[in-house]
């Protein structure tokens, strides 16, 4: 009898396994949609807009890019437009020089995107910046609740504007030009914490530390670059979106969502169009790791 039962379940397993079929599971193809990334600062460097296509949902490439489109932005306060021209596939760019106006605080700015003949517009206004007082590398040894590796960790130093304005912030940074992109790494904050109250304060420690993403270090002679970008209440909230769908994993995962966009296709209704439109002033600081 003791021998009885592995064969019973050895023929189970034969059995069913022989039953397996391959179910084919075919998908209609959606019509692709446009995306626009028009995230804008005043930096004094290249300015540019991504224009693509969606593709497929098992597709293993990128968004296709598109050409051949018209893109520009209007400052309505003054209405003065300037154009991106595409250089490469889907990059469209904007060099602009000390003795233009582009990007002022307080101006509002509208997008404008045509593309076979349909027009794709948006509106934003370009909101005030704080400055980046120091950088500080404090050495890691590599003990405690680390992960074993020696390196720098960074944090800054710097304050809310003072004032009856709400201000929200983008704080990007960067290890040796390479930008700190995942989700997680998203680091954006109301004045100086995540709500309202404080007002004219330093940057909180989770902000302020948060430039270096959890399980990162700078090495020696590692640059450390820190920017503080402008952003408006809907674009906090379109960032914050972003973080928690690219974020959402594990136990507690919940529905994902479709993300919001403040651009809509003004030429017909019911063209579908995804992506942002935000003009951003910015400061930034840099250090090297000694």
Known sequence: MKHLIPLVALFLIIGLSSCEDVIQVKLDKGEP?????A??????????????????????GSNVPISDASVKITDIDTDISYMFNEKSAGNYVYEP??????????????????YQGQTFTATTRLNRTTKIDSLIAKYEDGGGFGNGET???????GFDIPGDTIDYYWIKSYKNGVFFNKGSNINICIDAAYGNGADGFPF????????????????KNDTCRVE?????????????????????SGLFATN?????TNIRCTSNNQVKVIGWFEMSSAKFREKITP
Request: net charge neutral; aromatic share 12%; proline share 5%.
């Open 204 to 219: 909180i420690p989770p902000i302020a530390e948060g430039i270096t993403p959890f399980g990162e270090l700078f090495n």
């Open 39 to 60: 995230f804008i600062n005043n930096l004094p460097s290249t300015q540019k807009i991504r224009l693509t296509k969606t593709s497929d949902y098992f597709s293993q």
């Open 256 to 260: 994902p969502e479709n993300i919001k």
């Open 97 to 114: 020089s000390v003795s233009d106006n582009f990007c002022k605080i307080g101006h509002r700015y509208e997008l404008t995107v045509t």
């Open 151 to 157: 390196g720098y960790r960074f944090s800054f130093l």
């Open 33 to 37: 949609i446009i995306t626009i990334d």
């Open 228 to 248: 503080i970008h402008s952003i408006n209440r809907e674009t906090f909230n379109f960032l914050t979106q972003v973080q928690n769908q690219t974020t959402n």
